[in-house]
């Protein structure tokens, strides 16, 4: 036994001398693209990095230009003898070129997929310079036209040297990792797997594969040198209850010896969709309500940051979430995985974004648009294609009919998805004209804002009607919500462009819950959205440059009274919440207040006297009714079992009058 575990130490420790090398490459120089001097002024900047991380909050104007990245690569003779050497790029935004000794390697346009060129044919031994012109201006030919949302230019996800032997598996797929593992059938009893390795040989050595297959605590639980594998018993992927990962490593052979090795995690689910009882993982219907989210931390414009993807996965988690939209873009595989990990069911998608009701039509009919973003689902697809998160690939948000129809290209994104990836199901955002879009792909989401911009109605009655219209089609609720800034405060339903009170923005979600919670048919309950996100089209709440439609606020310090009625309603863990405790400074003493809560009942007490206990509704809420606050301080405090919360505000009669009288004075001054 000694001997044995001798020999596969040393042969794991051949096998990753020997497999491929991958390095960051972090430090680059940078300048304007425009400066052709001889020796122009260089800023050394660590990649990721941007050149918009705060400008877009000044104003509409924010810079899209074009700007230079450089840096040395430093080569002997032996490093480079009988290697290839590969630049993969995990995102630049928006369209990039590249050049190895002032030679041109290649081009991608569309910032938010990887992509990766061989550069072994350009470098020399010594100092070889690497060059990427990078623009985020604006293009008809490059995806995304338009959107809510800013375009940051730059090196914006890492970079990677990687080194192998001559023989490889092959990085060049779509800037994917080479290796697709393909879920053919999976049941609790069984799981039929299918291994697709894409290799890159340029001799004429013989090779083999060889895959293995293990599982969380390490244990390799198969291993062949064929494509197919059947696992008996696989513990399945089941979402928040069990987010069960296997590891699956495929190594390259040659002569016996591990040449590459590249691992890819994947988890072991089947899902369906029914138009009238929603979304089913391995058999059981799971309700897949949660939020929508770019992926963009505090003041990280935009940059690949794993720090502030992990807190928001937490934040996510944490709030009881079962699906995550991600908009409006494809999210990096990093951002995919903590999905993966957490057992939260994801919504990918195509950087296709349309207008909204702002002027643009997102989409025109021009064939190198086409191009590229066909080109950009090619790459969303293979490149995520092993996360267990991702069900639904999404092909486009509010695109219109007002300008060039498209339908037909919508169809042929749905055909080239389900050639890639027969058993993921497809999807888009609509806002309009549901009747245009039917039958386009396997499902649909709504973005409807009743109670905000949506004055008449509500959101259930339209659901229904669309539900009926719909058909064998299901049909979901993927944007809903109100604006909030938690600086503002009020109870009144005033929403003006620079009112945003977030007690109004708790209401509107309130009614919304209260319509959706038990319409099953709806797939997804996604609402608008996590946290509030920089716009440099908005000039409006408490911020200029800021849709704040957010449940948590931008810098992830405040989740906001909207934040705790959805945990109230989605969370497992004990929850108890004074709803408007930042409303401090009041001016009338009669008042209601909130509660959010899972527990069945709560006490209110007022200044250290018992008012009494409340039940909770069907959504969350327990409302303690006619309230009387007393002239100055007054602590708020309620009480279910062990837990406790307690708020305080202060009442001012005389700010009340104040302020009657100068806004008498304003009426009078206008008249």
């Not at 991958?22 to 940078?30: N, P």
């Not at 009442?651 to 304003?666: G, P, V, W």
Request: net charge neutral; proline share 3%.
């Amino acid at each position: 036994m000694k001997q044995v575990l001798i020999i596969i130490s040393c042969l794991l420790t051949f096998a990753t001398t020997n497999a491929r090398e991958v390095t960051a490459l972090k430090e680059w120089k940078w300048y304007p693209a425009y400066d052709v001097s001889r020796n122009p002024k260089m800023t050394d900047v660590t990649v990721p990095h941007t050149w918009n991380l705060m400008d877009v909050f000044q104003g509409m104007k924010y810079e899209r230009g074009t700007y230079l990245y450089e840096r040395i690569l430093t080569l002997t003779d032996g490093q480079r003898k009988d290697k290839r050497f590969f630049l993969k790029f995990d995102g630049v935004n928006s369209y990039a070129e590249v050049a190895v000794n002032q030679q041109y390697v290649g081009y991608h346009a569309g910032g938010y997929t990887a992509f990766c060129l061989e550069i072994t044919d350009k470098l020399l031994s010594g100092d070889n310079k690497l060059s990427v012109v990078v623009s985020n201006a604006y293009r008809t030919d490059v995806a995304p036209l338009a959107g809510d949302f800013n375009i940051y230019g730059g090196i914006t996800r890492p970079v990677w040297l990687i080194v192998t032997e001559r023989d490889c598996i092959s990085p060049l797929d779509y800037g994917s990792n080479g290796v697709y593992i393909h879920q053919d059938k999976v049941t609790p009893e069984q799981a039929e797997l299918r291994i697709e390795t894409i290799l890159s040989q340029t001799s004429s050595k013989q090779s083999e594969l060889r895959m293995s297959i293990i599982d969380k605590e390490g244990r390799v639980v198969a291993k062949t040198n064929e494509a197919r594998v059947i696992l008996k018993n696989p513990i399945l992927w089941n979402g928040r209850k069990n987010p069960y990962l296997y590891t699956v490593r495929v190594e390259l052979i040659q002569n016996g010896r591990v040449i590459d090795c590249v691992e890819e995690q994947t988890g072991l689910r089947y899902f369906s969709l029914d138009a009238d009882k929603g979304f089913f993982l391995n058999g059981q219907h799971l309700d897949l309500h949660g939020v929508c989210r770019h992926e963009e931390g505090y003041q990280t414009g935009g940059l690949y940051n794993e720090a502030a993807m992990r807190q928001d996965a937490d934040i996510i988690s944490e709030l009881g979430c079962t699906g995550v939209r991600f908009v409006h873009y494809p999210h990096s595989k990093y951002d995919v995985q903590q999905y993966d990990e957490r057992g939260i069911v994801v919504w990918q998608e195509l950087n296709l974004a349309g207008p909204g009701g702002y002027n643009s039509p997102g989409y025109i009919k021009n064939p190198q648009l086409e191009a590229n973003v066909m080109q950009n689902l090619i790459e969303m697809v293979k490149q995520h294609y092993n996360s267990p998160a991702i069900c639904f690939w999404s092909l486009c948000n509010e695109l219109s009919f007002k300008y060039d129809e498209p339908a037909s290209f919508l169809r042929k994104l749905h055909e080239k998805a389900k050639e890639l990836d027969p058993q993921r199901l497809t999807t888009l955002a609509i806002c309009y004209n549901q009747d245009k879009f039917q039958g386009i792909t396997d499902c649909i989401g709504w973005n409807k804002y009743f109670g905000y911009y949506e004055k008449k109605g509500g959101v259930g009655d339209f659901m229904d009607k669309a539900h009926h219209e719909a058909g064998l089609q299901p049909i979901g609720l993927c944007e809903y919500g109100a604006a909030g800034s938690h600086l503002q405060h009020g109870f009144e339903p005033k929403v003006t462009n620079k009112i945003h009170y977030e007690e109004n923005q708790a209401r509107v979600h309130e009614e919304n819950w209260r319509d959706m919670h038990t319409r099953d048919y709806a797939w997804c309950k996604f609402i608008w959205q996590y946290a509030d996100n920089p716009s440099s089209i908005r000039d409006e709440g408490d911020q200029r440059g800021m849709n704040d439609k957010g449940i948590v606020s931008y810098d992830r310090m405040v989740r906001k009274d909207a934040y705790y009625f959805y945990k109230a309603n989605w969370s497992s863990e004990p929850v108890l919440y004074i709803a408007a405790r930042r409303y401090m400074q009041r001016t009338e003493a009669k008042t209601d207040v909130k509660v959010y809560t899972n527990q069945p009942q709560a006490t209110l007490y007022l200044n250290g006297k018992r008012i009494g206990k409340g039940k909770r509704d069907e959504i969350g809420r327990i409302v303690f009714k006619g309230i009387t606050l007393r002239q100055g301080e007054n602590v708020i405090r309620v009480t279910a079992g062990k837990l406790v919360d307690e708020c305080r505000c202060t009442l001012n009669r005389n700010n009340k009058q104040e302020q009657t009288t100068q806004e008498d004075r304003l009426d009078g001054a206008v008249n």
